[in-house]
Structures are given as structure tokens and as C-alpha cells.
């Protein structure tokens, strides 16, 4: 089975929302979708999402599925404002409420706050599976970068989130709380045992040093070969010593403070104050 894949690129944000189509059929699903926001005015946009579901509707698709590979610490997500328009289940993976009980701390969350996932539709483990239309997507737990990541099998595709990137840019980041070098090249290992042909899309591109176009796609095969943190030749000790030497470097992504107290509720705001506005946290010293 091959699914039809459409990749919609935010330039802003550097990430890849996906419509995945059944080969014979009209339905779908959206991966991981993005919330435009501007931080210095606090203003939300809906135009990639719009662009998302102008596609929909144009193609006659019937959407069964918003997923979320994780909770993105580098854009907003738009699941309810899809949800809402094109109907569709939110799911994510059930380790998100280690995700909650962590940040809720971290940013001082009231009881209100729910810490049990109930924010989402559906919450997957290792080993579910979906169906979209009368597609299968079987569900891969991918901790390491967050210890909620998942990675989605449909067909001879793999929905890989930040676990991978492009093999010329390597693997994602693991010094947010809850991530782990050892427990990423643990589940890289998962995904690189998939059928060499298995087609991995990406969920963010930066462009690596001498290319000149953002990419998306790749292979499990060519991940194996060429991947400069986790190709071939490289070990896990090896993996683990440059992973933690090169994070230690690393800036905090430009929108995580909004990012992860919007993404933790499922994309909503949090609950409004009073004068009924919602309202963003940034915590002094906590990240």
C-alpha cells in the first residue's frame, strides 16, 4: 500500500504538515498542523491551516485524522481549528501525560489543568493502530527528543516527526525535559529496521550546509547509509557523546514557551482569565 502524500511547508516555522490520502479512497489525515503566531504581538493566523484545508475540500477528501507526532516545542498546533471545520479525531501518543505533569509544573498549572490527555481524542501506544478510510496506520513509540514521540507506519511511509531529519542534517535534539540520547538512538533503531524502501518523511527541514532546496523525503534505506548521526559506521556511544556535546549548544526554539503550553492542551489557549482573554506564561529561570 502507497499512500499519496502532500507536504505543506511553513518557511516560518520550518516544519512539514502532511495530508495523507488513501491510494483508493477519499479519506485522509493530517500530521502535525501549524498555528501561525506571531510572539511579539501575541496574534494567532490561520493561513497554513487554511491552506491545509483548502486542499481538503478541493480534493473531495473526507478527514478521519488530525495526529500529532508530539508535542512541538517549535510551532502551535491547529488541530481544533481543523478539527472544527473538517471534523476528524485528534490523536497523540499516551505517554503525553508525563508531557502534561512535566510542564504543567513547569509553568504552574492549576488543578484545572487536566495532566490525563483527556485534551486529545485518542491517545496511542506502541503497537495501536488506526484506520483511515480503509487505510492502516500502525503507531511506533519514538521517545528521546520528548517522551511522547511517536512515529506513524502507513503503508511504505513513515511519519517520523523531529525523531530523524534529512540524513545531511541528522537527528533531533534531546536536552528538553523528559528527552534522552540513549532512548533516541534506541527508537532510531526502530525506525531504521522498517523495509529499507519505506519511505520517511520528515517533520522539519532546515536546509543543510550545500543544499540549496528544503527537503522532506527520504528512506529508511538511505537513513542507514547516509545519515551523519546514525548512518552507518556510527555507534551508539559514538551517537550519545555528540548528541549531548552538540545540545549543550543549542538556543531554545523561538516559540517553545508558547508551543508547549498550547500543544499540551491538545492546540487550545489556556483557559481564559476574568476579562475573558487567554493568557501565556513565561516562566523566569525555567527552561
Not at 498542523?33 to 473526507?62: E, H, M, P, Q
Not at 516545542?73 to 473538517?86: F, G, K, M, N, V
Amino acid at each position: 500500500m502507497s499512500p499519496a502524500v502532500h507536504g505543506f511547508f511553513d518557511e516560518a516555522t520550518n516544519t512539514i504538515t502532511y495530508v495523507v490520502v488513501e491510494p483508493e479512497g477519499r479519506a485522509c489525515a493530517v500530521i502535525d498542523s501549524v498555528l501561525d503566531f506571531d510572539y511579539a504581538s501575541g496574534r494567532t493566523d490561520t493561513r497554513s491551516a487554511d491552506a491545509v484545508i483548502a486542499f481538503i475540500r478541493d480534493n473531495g477528501l473526507k478527514l478521519d485524522w488530525v495526529l500529532e507526532t508530539h508535542v512541538h516545542a517549535d510551532h502551535l498546533s491547529a488541530a481544533p481549528y481543523i478539527q472544527e471545520r473538517l471534523g476528524g479525531q485528534i490523536g497523540i501518543g499516551d505517554r503525553i501525560t508525563v508531557v502534561q505533569d512535566t510542564f504543567g509544573k513547569i509553568f504552574n498549572e492549576g488543578t484545572r489543568f487536566q495532566r490525563d490527555g483527556s485534551q486529545f481524542d485518542r491517545l496511542f501506544r506502541e503497537g495501536d493502530s488506526l484506520m483511515i478510510g480503509q487505510m492502516r496506520a500502525d503507531v511506533l513509540h519514538t521517545p528521546g527528543h520528548t517522551p511522547a514521540c511517536l512515529t506513524y507506519v502507513i503503508g511504505d511511509t513513515a511519519f517520523v516527526g523531529d525523531t530523524l531529519f534529512m540524513p545531511d542534517f541528522g537527528t533531533a535534539r534531546c536536552d528538553f525535559p523528559g528527552g534522552s540520547a540513549e532512548t533516541l538512538w534506541n527508537s532510531i533503531q526502530k525506525i531504521l529496521a522498517l523495509p529499507e524502501e519505506t519511505r520517511i518523511f520528515v517533520g522539519h527541514d532546515y536546509k543543510a550546509e550545500g543544499r540549496d532546496q528544503f527537503a522532506w523525503e527520504t528512506t529508511v534505506g538511505a537513513q542507514k547509509r547516509l545519515n551523519k548521526h546514525v548512518g552507518e559506521g556510527k555507534s551508539k556511544e559514538d551517537f550519545i557523546r555528540m548528541r549531548t556535546e552538540r545540545d549543550a549548544q543549542l538556543a531554545m526554539p523561538r516559540l517553545i514557551i508558547p508551543s508547549l503550553q498550547v500543544n499540551m492542551r491538545a492546540g487550545q489557549m489556556p483557559e481564559p482569565e476574568e476579562n475573558g482573554k487567554s493568557y501565556l506564561k513565561v516562566p523566569i529561570n525555567g527552561l
